[in-house]
């Protein structure tokens, strides 16, 4: 089986973690996990390396990707202390997305919901590099979000492609419906094309995994990145179960 890389996932909303599910950001509330005593992002991040040996983490800076200022200082805190992080701060410029990679980041997300336009996805690539800038195809039941002016394409296939042409060679496929659902992956025929027509492009998923039989499934259809949170707080997937999975 290919390797995968895991992607802990902290959804920061009001300076702590909170649950998403279905992409209702309004009635996210503070987690309460199996792993963390308390939904303080150090903490949490902290209970994903010792008792899940990760340390790659998805961050979502909810205030941020709102408009408000981002909370640039827990980013901080969190790549202080060791973790490889993945910030979606509502990157809409270069500016934004340099400001993410002061920070530590290991790259910024630069995101479909918050980007105005394809042309602003190829100034964020030149600004801060193709290795450290991750396209996110965000969707919500398949339909794409954001600005559809900016992005007038009529699917997710020709956003991705898109976005390929724009400099993207990390694109994550994130459908916030499919968040907190526990109804396995989506997407996985358009990850499937992606891989055979984007070749050398790292493709990342997220939302709905379940299980260790979903990352094992992901990585057979080429995803080189999951990203996972509530299957590690209810306890559905385990440190032994990635103990069985070729993790990269």
């Known amino acids: 089986m290919p390797s995968l890389r895991i992607y802990a996932v902290l959804d920061l909303k009001g300076g702590v973690v909170v649950r998403g599910k279905a992409g209702d950001r309004a009635n996210y ?14 903490a949490v991040a902290r209970a994903f390396r010792e008792r899940l040996g990760l ?38 410029a270069p500016a934004d997305a340099e400001l993410v990679a002061r920070a530590g980041a290991e790259a910024v997300v630069a995101a479909l ?4 336009s394809p042309d602003a996805l190829a100034a964020i690539v030149e600004a801060v590099g193709p290795e450290r800038t991750v396209f996110s195809l965000d969707l919500k039941a398949g339909v794409l979000l954001g600005d559809r002016t900016g992005w ?20 994550l496929v994130l459908d916030l419906a499919a968040v907190g659902s526990g109804g396995g992956p989506v997407h996985v025929e358009l990850l499937r094309r992606l891989r055979a027509d984007v070749p050398g492009t790292e493709l990342i998923t997220g939302g709905g995994v379940r299980s260790a039989a979903d990352l094992e499934a992901l990585a057979i259809a080429g995803v080189a990145g999951v990203l996972v949170a509530s299957a590690f707080h209810d306890g559905a997937i385990t440190s032994s179960d990635l103990d069985s999975i070729r993790l990269g």
């Open 113 to 116: 919901e918050t980007l105005p």
């Open 29 to 42: 509330r503070p987690i309460q996990s199996a792993l963390a005593p308390s939904p303080e992002p150090l």
């Open 55 to 92: 340390e790659d983490l998805y961050i979502a800076d909810l205030d941020a990707i709102a408009g408000a200022p981002p909370c640039a200082e827990v980013w901080e805190a969190l790549a202080a202390d060791g973790f490889r992080l993945l910030v979606d701060a509502g990157t809409r």
């Open 152 to 171: 007038p394409f009529p699917d997710a296939y020709s956003a991705a492609m898109e976005a390929a042409r724009a400099g993207a060679r990390r694109i």
